[in-house]
C-alpha cells in the first residue's frame, strides 16, 4: 500500500468511525423499531417471512462465514454464491441481520481490501472470503471449521464441532429455551484455540485474528441473542429458522461501538490454558 492509499484509508476509517459513533448516539434518543417489524418492507426477511431454504449444490460457492452462506442458501444473495458486488453486500447485511450502516460499509470495504479489488467496481464470489492470510478475516480455531490446513473447503461447517458449541449454553431466555452467554462463549473459544493448537501443525493465532474470532462469534450473541433455537439451524445448516429476525431493535442498527460491550468482555474471558 502507498503512502497516499494509507493517509487515503486514514480518513475513510476516521469518517466511518464519526459515522458510528453518531448512529449509536441516535439509537439512544430515537425510539426503538417494534419486534416483528425489524427488517425494513420490501427486503427479503419482512414480517419475518424469508425466501424458500435451497442448500447449496456442488458448485455453488460457499465462505467461512455461515451468516452470509445463510443469505446465499435463501436466495438474498445469489444462489451460487457469485458475481456479488461490495455494495450489494452492503446494502443486504444491513436489510438482513440489522447491522448499522457504518459497520455494513466498514467490512465489506475491508474484504474488498485483503482480496486487493475495488470496493465500488468489482465483484467477488463468497469463497473468496475465506482467504487464510495475517490480512484478511478466516483464521484458525474458528467454532464451526476445522482449520483450513486440516479441512481445506472452509464452505461447509463441521456438525460436530457445532454440536459442541450448541452444548455449552448455560443460559435461558426468558420463554425457558436455551441460551448462549458471554462466557460460555468466551468457554468455546478457548477449547477451540487449546484444541486447534495441539491439533494443527500450521497453527498460527495474533491479537487481530483472536479478536476478529470474537467479534465473528458475538454475533450469535447479539445478532441472534444467543437463542439457540435459532443458531441451531443457522449453525448446523446455515438456514434461518422460521419467523426469525434480527433481535437488534435499534433503529440505525448495531453500531461497532455497542458491539464493542460484548466483544471485548468475549475475548477476555478466553484462555486457552484451562483446556491444555
Ligand atoms: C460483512 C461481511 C462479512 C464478511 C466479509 C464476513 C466474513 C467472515 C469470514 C471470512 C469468517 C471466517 C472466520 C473464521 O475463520 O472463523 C466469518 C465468520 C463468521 N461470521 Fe462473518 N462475515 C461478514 C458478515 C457477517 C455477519 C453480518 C454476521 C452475523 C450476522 C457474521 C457472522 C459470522 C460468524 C458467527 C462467524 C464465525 C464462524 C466460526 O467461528 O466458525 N458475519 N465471517
Redesign the pocket.
Known sequence: MGVLDKIIDAIVNLVVFIWDNTCAILNVVIPKLEPGHVVPKGAPGHGQKWPPYVPPKADDSR??????NAMANHGILPHDGKNISFQE??TK?RQ??N?APS??FF??R??AGFLNKSYFNDRFELEE????SEK??????????HD?ALVPD?GK?DQR?VLDLLKTATGKCPDGSPQMTIPDLSRALSR?RADARKSNRAYSESFF?NL??SA?????LT??GGRIDDLKPM?MEERFSDNWE?RILDRFGLTMAKFNFTVIPVERGVDPKKFQ
Open positions: 465462505s467461512a462465514c455461515p451468516m452470509l453486500l452492503n447485511i438482513t441481520y447491522f459497520f455494513c467490512v465489506p475491508f474484504a472470503l475465506s482467504m487464510h484478511a478475516i478466516e483464521h484458525d480455531a474458528s467454532l464451526t471449521r483450513v472452509q461447517p464441532l477451540r485474528h476478529f474470532g465473528n462469534s458475538a454475533t450469535m445478532i441472534f449453525l434480527p
